[in-house]
């Protein structure tokens, strides 16, 4: 496999939070480690000595102390720390390091002017929120649900909710009727907070509509609260629910897997997995990715964009745990914007999505020219493998002394398997290490691990964050099954990923979206890369339908062209070129078409599934579940498409035996 050149090279006598950690490894346990390698290969080896470093490291605060680190490491099933219990807002607001007086939450938006609230005022706010939920008769275990967008509110709220361990659940306020009452009718809501509407690029998004119907379908909910968002202040419903009462702000003890939030998966195909997470392995988690990983500390401003349907926003507002500030943003992603507003904000971490960074080299942006980013130490890219010309584009426009961290994960975990550190080097089109305390292997048919090999992304020892289960599944049963069905006692994630020998990674899709053409796995991100590189293209999804007797099948590609660019042979042609002079022959097209947009969720992932599942045959419906989709109205050009092969006979064995 050919790798790519080193970008970034850790500064010689540079100082990081990872180093310190070693230091204090070395000075209060007496183990030492030679580098990034062995400390990964103990730390996924050593469950209870890594983690319980953790713990004692960041000062993890406890009630009861733990009578054990973990006493059974089976998957799936294994306690993390049992007989402990804490509180996960309470670490977040001891914001370690800042003062009272220092800003620790800066939020803004495309709705209304910027808001700062210094450590003294958040914790004043979580505590008169609190007090607001215990009058609306809200207990430990109770649901509240956040109709809201990524504004101090919500984060409040969310602090305010764990406080007295209750369990806090959002929807970002652009999520339809029918997906947010998919999600929140599984975990029965008593408290429902909503904003009226708010502004996106300009254009105003009234929604009042959507939460009087929300309501409506939550028979739960005894309390709706909302925020009057829209005209710029929330504060009529923000008064509602803030109660003037002088007690005082405390934190409810909760066992270490008590239900901290619940998070959800996109819900394509079916109803979202209500993925529930507990205090203890969130809280531990994030203090070692934030803190080891993203090098962030008091004196950092940490920003993502992001909006509160996705996991990246529960990783945001963890920040202060390790005395961060965060930098919130709700609006809609300018290219040019939001580099001008980590200037403005002194942001010292950039996080985005892939597909921002490379949208941001397509437009031509060089965000070091418009902006001063000198405070800027750190960019952070997930949501899809990151190319190698998007690494390249990082280190030219952005800034050479940069740490760039491609990350991937999920909503699973809410965090990252692979990602970046402070002690390796970034090479381009590479994840740069597997995380400490993620034991992230490649295994190939045989269910072996392999090295520089393709494999199917496989966890072997259970992580504190892995999930306290889904909500209703008393038994267990769709947990089992969501992943460790195929490998017994073995977290099955379903992305490729290649292992290298110098112990980078590289995603290359979704393993039940994977190329087989001949026998020969093809990953769609390596072909994403070339087909969106060419300025014609701007969105591309790409499917394979398999011959059932074993032969080539069908590769089909869809593009979307820039504003004025039809598809003609001769594009038809270059795309090709590119793809055979790139890749290989056997990543050529079959069938080039041209359609007005690509499937997404509402995270922006493509949907390369579903439209396979509509080209063979399926329904639309049952394709995908439409409310799940930023554009549901994109699949009827697969759905005309299918019907046409169809009567011109171009339809595969599993089309004509009903479907896949």
């Not at 009630?63 to 804490?86: H, Q, S, V």
């Not at 961290?405 to 965090?415: F, I, P, R």
Request: charged letters at 20%; aromatic letters at 10%.
């Amino acid at each position: 496999m050919s790798l790519g050149e080193v970008l970034w090279r850790p500064p010689a006598g540079q100082r990081s939070r990872v180093g310190d950690f070693l230091a204090w490894l070395d000075r209060e346990r007496g183990w030492t480690f030679a580098g990034y390698p062995d400390l990964w290969e103990w730390s996924t080896t050593d469950l209870a000595g890594f983690w319980r470093a953790v713990w004692d490291h960041f000062g993890v605060r406890a009630y009861e102390p733990p009578t054990g680190t973990i006493p059974d490491a089976r998957m799936p099933g294994a306690r993390w720390f049992p007989g402990a219990t804490l509180n996960y807002a309470e670490h977040v607001l001891r914001t370690p390091g800042l003062a009272e007086d220092e800003p620790v939450v800066l939020g803004y938006s495309q709705t209304r002017a910027p808001v700062t609230l210094t450590v003294a005022q958040l914790r004043e706010q979580v505590r008169r929120v609190r007090a607001g939920l215990v009058r609306l008769g809200v207990c430990p275990g109770d649901r509240v649900a956040a109709y809201a967008p990524n504004i101090p509110e919500t984060f409040v709220l969310m602090l305010a909710t764990a406080s007295l361990g209750a369990v806090f659940s959002s929807c970002a306020p652009e999520f339809g009727t029918r997906s947010v009452v998919d999600r929140w009718q599984q975990i029965a809501p008593k408290v429902l907070v909503a904003v009226d509407g708010y502004v996106y690029g300009g254009k105003r998004i009234d929604r009042r509509a959507e939460v009087a119907a929300v309501h409506s379908a939550l028979s739960s909910v005894e309390h709706l609260v909302t925020l009057s968002y829209l005209d710029g202040t929330a504060a009529d419903g923000w008064s509602e629910l803030s109660s003037d009462t002088d007690e005082p702000l405390a934190f409810t003890p909760v066992p270490f897997d008590h239900p901290l939030y619940v998070l959800y998966s996109s819900g394509t195909t079916g109803l979202p997995k209500p993925i529930v997470h507990g205090h203890g392995g969130i809280l531990v988690e994030h203090l070692k990715m934030l803190g080891l990983h993203h090098d962030l500390g008091p004196g950092d401003r940490f920003f993502w964009y992001t909006t509160t349907g996705w996991m990246m926003w529960n990783f945001l507002v963890s920040g202060p745990a390790v005395g961060a500030a965060i930098v919130m943003y709700d609006g809609a992603p300018d290219p040019t914007a939001l580099w001008r507003l980590a200037a403005e904000a002194g942001v010292t971490y950039f996080g985005t999505s892939a597909p921002f960074l490379l949208a941001c080299r397509k437009a031509g942006v060089v965000p070091r020219e418009m902006a001063d980013l000198s405070s800027l130490r750190g960019v952070g890219s997930t949501g899809a493998p990151l190319p190698p010309e998007g690494f390249r584009w990082v280190y030219e426009a952005v800034g050479e002394h940069v740490l760039l961290a491609s990350l991937s994960g999920g909503t699973d975990v809410c965090t990252g398997f692979v990602g970046g550190s402070p002690i390796v080097p970034v090479y381009e089109g590479e994840i740069s290490c597997r995380c400490l305390g993620a034991r992230v292997e490649a295994f190939n048919d045989k269910g072996e691990p392999v090295i520089g090999q393709l494999g199917e992304l496989v966890i072997t020892a259970p992580m504190p964050s892995m999930p306290v289960g889904f909500w209703g599944d008393e038994t267990g049963e769709r947990y089992r099954e969501a992943y460790f069905d195929v490998y017994p006692g073995v977290w099955r994630h379903g992305d490729w990923i290649t292992i290298t020998e110098r112990g980078t990674c590289i995603i290359t899709g979704r393993s039940d979206a994977t190329l087989n053409r001949g026998g020969v796995r093809l990953g769609t991100a390596e072909f994403y890369s070339v087909v969106e590189g060419l300025p014609e293209v701007v969105d591309s999804v790409v499917v394979h339908l398999e011959d059932p007797e074993g032969g080539a099948g069908e590769l089909l590609l869809f593009v979307v062209l820039a504003p004025g660019r039809e598809l003609d042979d001769a594009l038809r042609a270059r795309i090709a070129r590119e793809l055979r002079t790139a890749l290989s022959p056997r990543h050529v097209p079959d069938e080039i078409y041209q359609v007005r947009a690509v499937p997404r969720t509402l995270s922006a992932k493509k949907l390369e599934v579903p439209v396979k599942k509509i080209l063979t045959g399926t329904p639309v419906d049952r394709a995908a579940a439409t409310g799940a989709l930023a554009n549901p109205e994109s699949l009827q050009a697969f759905a005309e498409l299918a019907l046409g092969r169809a009567a011109s006979g171009l339809r595969s064995e599993a089309t004509r035996e009903g479907g896949a």
